[in-house]
C-alpha cells in the first residue's frame, strides 16, 4: 500500500460499517451465484440499487462515505495467474515468537511470486504464491524456509480457475488500460484503444465470463469501527457435501458475507464483515458441528496486503 495514500487515511476517522454497506460491496465485489470474485466487474450502482431494492443515490453515497473514511482507497484490476502457466498454492502458518510474524511478512513481501499476504489477528499470517510446480515453489520459499520449517503451515492449491481462451493483443490492451482504474467508461476505453464501445463491451465481457479478470478493493481494514473482518477456512471431507454446507453457513450469516476468494473443491474460504467477536465463535462453533467438516477456523483480519502488480508477471504485456 502507498505510503502517501496511507499517511492521508490516517486523518480520516473510522466508519461504522452497517449490512446495507457490507450487501453494497458484496455485490460490487462478489459473484455470489458462482461463490467467486465478481464476473461482471463493471457492474453499475443503478443494477446494485434494483438488486438491493434501494436507489442509486443511496449505493453511490455510501460508496462515497467509504472513500471519505480511508477505508475504500480505490479498486484494483486482478489478472488470473493461470493466464501465465501459472499455479497457485495458500500457506497459512503461526508464527510464536513476538515481533516475529512483522520479520516474516517482510520478508514475504520481498520474495517475486507473492501476490497476496493476509494478516490476521493473533500469530497468524498467510500468503498466496504463484509458482510453476511444486519445484519452484520450493525455490520461492527459500528465503523463508529457515523460519517456515521450524512451524506448521498448511498448502491450499488452486485458487484461480482454468483460462481456455486464448487472449489477442486487444484484449492486453483493454488489460494495460484498466490496470489504473477498472471501472473506466466503457467510452473512454473504446477512444483510449481506437475500437468502438460495443466492442470494448463485447471483448471485457469475454474476458470477465472466462475468468482472465476480475476486481478487488483496496481497503485499509483498520478504518472499519463496530465490525470485525473475519475469514472462515472450511475443510470438507468430500466435495460433495461442500456446496451443502455452504448453503447452511449462507443461510446462517449470509447477512454478513463478503466474498469468496477460492474455488477449490475440497476447501472453502469464505470473507465475513461481523459485528462482534462474539459472533465469529459463534461461527466457529457452529461451523465445526456441521456434518461434512472436517476442520474450520475463524480468524479475525488485521491487514490484507496486495502485491499483484509488484510481483507478478503482470508487466510481461506491457
Keep these: 500500500m502507498d505510503r502517501s495514500i496511507q499517511s492521508r487515511s490516517k486523518e480520516k476517522r ?46 453511490r453515497n455510501r460508496i462515497d462515505s467509504l472513500y ?7 479498486w484494483r484490476l486482478g489478472i488470473n495467474p493461470t493466464v501465465f502457466g501459472y499455479q497457485t498454492s495458500f500457506l497459512f502458518f503461526d508464527v510464536s515468537l513476538a515481533g516475529e510474524k512483522e520479520d516474516v511478512l517482510r520478508k514475504f513481501r520481498a520474495i517475486p511470486g507473492v501476490l497476496w499476504i493476509v494478516d490476521y489477528f493473533g500469530n497468524t499470517a498467510g500468503v498466496l504464491i504463484a509458482h510453476k510446480d511444486d519445484k519452484s515453489l520450493a525455490k520461492v520459499l527459500e528465503p523463508v524456509r529457515s523460519i517456515l520449517d521450524s512451524k506448521v503451515y498448511t498448502r491450499v492449491n488452486n485458487w484461480f480457475p ?59 481494514l483498520k478504518k472499519l469501527e463496530g465490525a470485525v473482518p473475519t475469514a472462515l477456512a472450511v475443510f470438507y471431507s468430500d466435495s460433495n457435501v461442500k456446496s451443502e454446507v455452504e448453503r447452511r453457513i449462507m443461510s446462517k450469516f449470509g447477512e454478513f458475507y463478503l466474498f469468496t476468494p477460492s474455488p477449490e473443491a475440497m476447501y472453502g474460504a469464505y470473507i465475513f464483515i461481523l459485528p462482534n467477536l462474539a ?18 477456523s475463524v480468524r479475525p483480519l488485521v491487514d490484507f496486503i496486495n502485491l499483484l502488480d509488484e510481483s507478478f508477471e503482470f508487466r510481461a504485456k506491457g
Design 14 to 59: 473510522a466508519l461504522p460499517v452497517d449490512r446495507l454497506d457490507i450487501r453494497i460491496l458484496r455485490e460490487l465485489v462478489a459473484d455470489v451465484s458462482r461463490r467467486s470474485l465478481q464476473s461482471d466487474i463493471r457492474k453499475s450502482y443503478a443494477i446494485v440499487a434494483q438488486k438491493l431494492g434501494t436507489t442509486e443515490n443511496t449505493v
Design 68 to 74: 471519505a473514511a480511508g477505508m475504500i482507497l480505490g
Design 162 to 220: 482454468e483460462v481456455n481462451i486464448h487472449l489477442t493483443e486487444t484484449d492486453w490492451e483493454i488489460i494495460k488500460s484498466l490496470r489504473k482504474n477498472p471501472r473506466k467508461p466503457y467510452t473512454d476505453l473504446a477512444g483510449e484503444l481506437g475500437i468502438s464501445v460495443r466492442t470494448a463491451r463485447r471483448r471485457l465481457r469475454r474476458l470477465t465470463r472466462n475468468n482472465v479478470l476480475f476486481i478487488f478493493p483496496a481497503v485499509n
Design 279 to 296: 459472533t465469529a465463535d459463534e461461527m466457529r462453533v457452529w461451523t465445526n458441528s456441521s456434518p461434512g467438516v472436517i476442520n474450520a
